[in-house]
């Protein structure tokens, strides 16, 4: 599993360097969600631009990572892919995060 | 005419990814489009991780197979397993996962068979002696006529 991290706009940018994120590598992708924001600005952004499939496994860990911030943090997540979009969508959990088109505008939405 | 498409591993995440890509890959010599296929790579990814989390929990490389027919209207995909029944030997009824509670408690599993329910069009699962078969149905968008 791959993460990149960086900041921009006092929020932490974590990009997901893969093409999916399953139940082959979903534990990693917890473990390395925790080292990487283990520390840093109360916000953070994932950019999923890259990730064209995710199963349940994946979206689990994705919501293991938000939950791992804690109350006074939160997850964003920018870029999502039609396929990582639906998922999001049946199963409601896009009334849980916050989706942005685009990386752009997710740090965009930082400067109120 | 019917196509089909067949494929048997010994189930591990891995070799999981590996029989969906090579679904996929067929779905791809039939022209369907992507918002369909991504239907059908999402519910069967999670029919088969069942069946390799739940099913083969206690067998390492308990066997899968997996048949696909494709009629003009309607694509079916057999999953075969050996694995014990499932609950009740009934399919489960797939609610949507609970989210409603603080974000200490938001679930992180049992998003599965509601997947599986709102992107197919019909399932069907039954025990036959000792194999559990679940069939996925698909309908297929209608082809513009020329």
Not at chain 1, 29 to 36: A, T
Not at chain 1, 42 to 69: E, H, N, P, T, W
Not at chain 1, 88 to 102: E, N
Request: with cysteine.
């Amino acid at each position: 599993m791959s993460l990149t991290s960086t900041e921009a706009d006092g929020a932490q940018i974590v990009t997901v360097n893969a093409d999916r994120i399953d139940a082959a590598m979903a534990i990693q992708f917890k473990e390395d969600m925790r080292s990487e924001t283990e520390s840093g600005p109360d916000r953070v952004i994932l950019d999923l631009s890259l990730v064209q499939f995710i199963d349940s496994s994946g979206l689990g860990a994705i919501v293991a990572a938000m939950k791992q911030l804690g109350r006074d943090r939160r997850l964003d997540l920018a870029g999502p892919t039609p396929m990582v979009e639906k998922v999001f969508r049946l199963t409601r959990m896009d009334t849980i995060f916050t989706l942005y088109d685009s990386l752009n505008d997710a740090v965009g939405a930082n400067k109120t | 005419m019917a196509e089909t498409f067949a494929y048997s591993f010994r189930a591990t995440e891995q070799t999981a990814r590996s029989c969906i890509s090579a679904v996929m890959e067929w779905l791809r010599g039939i022209d369907l489009p992507a918002e369909r296929a991504g239907d059908v790579q999402i519910a069967l990814t999670e029919a088969v991780n069942n069946i390799v989390e739940h099913a083969y929990a206690d067998t390492l490389g308990g066997e899968i197979s997996i048949q696909c027919d494709l009629s003009p209207k309607i694509l079916k995909i057999r999953i075969v397993d050996t694995g014990p029944p499932l609950p009740d030997d009934e399919l489960p009824a797939g609610l949507p996962a609970d989210i409603s509670g603080p974000l200490e408690t938001l679930p992180e599993g049992g998003f599965g068979w509601h997947l599986i329910r709102e992107l197919t069009s019909r399932l069907h699962y039954e025990r036959q002696l000792d194999r559990n078969l679940l069939s996925l149905f698909f309908e297929m968008p209608a082809k513009p006529i020329g």
